[in-house]
């Protein structure tokens, strides 16, 4: 076994273990889109052209890649967290794989988001949302969105070793709630303003949530949109391995080098 692997190994089961301990702040983590969904699934419904199970089926796509871009906000605290308060000086000083730190923390957020979006599937499944594409569409619509989850806490990673403060990422993360918002995630972009509608296109949200929409076969592709929509599959695929080969070669340089 590589060093790499070994290091790597041992740091996931060092985050998942703090996932074990701090249980509430994961149960709370969890509830908060399957609150979105019945939120917004049976308030926002009965106010846009698609009503009821239509638009919940249009929704759950989209929550789904709205909780995996939470993967920023959440490798941006935790990587912060370990950097305020000296861990990740202390595992610098061990003979530790420069990679595994940062690595170990993206793999086993990787692994609790699997897991945590079960019950949200499950209560999809329970207000009317369906699988309406065949079974290998649907699994490569899953490997989307963990692909998509693991480049994003990637980047938080990042983001949390160059602020070195809790507080500081804190505020960053929840700034980033807004990135859901300038997409197609609730709403479809097809009447919004001209300049509105090219952001919202182009948010890698936008274009993993088309992905995972025509994936499952909750909705068609929209026509006249950008590259990365028109393209959902393909948009989806590059912007997450984009954002992997440019963040987490940063995660390991910025960790390896310190403060």
Not at 146 to 151: K, P
Not at 167 to 187: C, R
Request: net charge positive; charged share 10%; glycine share 12%.
């Amino acid at each position: 076994m590589s060093a790499l692997t070994h290091d790597g190994l041992a740091m996931t089961g060092r985050q998942l273990r703090r996932v074990r301990n701090s249980p509430g702040l994961a149960v709370l983590t969890q509830m908060m889109p399957i609150n979105m969904l019945l939120f917004f699934g049976y308030v926002f419904g009965s106010a846009l052209a698609m009503p009821g199970r239509e638009y919940r089926s249009f929704l759950v796509p989209g929550l789904l890649v709205a909780t995996a871009a939470g993967g920023l906000m959440n490798g941006m605290f935790q990587a912060a967290a370990d950097t305020h308060r000296g861990v990740t000086d202390r595992f610098r000083t061990m003979p530790v794989s420069r990679a595994a730190v940062p690595l170990g923390q993206a793999v086993a957020d990787l692994v609790v988001t699997t897991l945590g979006t079960i019950p949200l599937l499950l209560v999809g499944l329970a207000v009317g949302w369906r699988v309406e594409g065949g079974a290998l569409d649907a699994v490569g619509a899953v490997g989307l969105l963990l692909l998509f989850r693991f480049a994003c806490t990637c980047v938080g990673i990042h983001l949390g070793l160059l602020t070195r403060s809790e507080e500081a990422a804190g505020q960053l993360g929840a700034s980033s709630f807004v990135l859901p918002l300038l997409s197609d995630a609730y709403i479809p972009t097809d009447n919004l303003p001209g300049w509105l509608r090219t952001i919202a296109e182009w948010n890698p949200i936008s274009a993993v949530t088309t992905a995972l929409r025509d994936l499952f076969g909750n909705a068609p592709v929209p026509r006249g949109a950008a590259w990365p929509v028109a393209h959902p599959v393909a948009g989806a695929l590059a912007w997450s391995l984009a954002l992997i080969a440019v963040f987490l070669p940063l995660a390991v340089r910025r960790y390896g080098r310190g403060g």
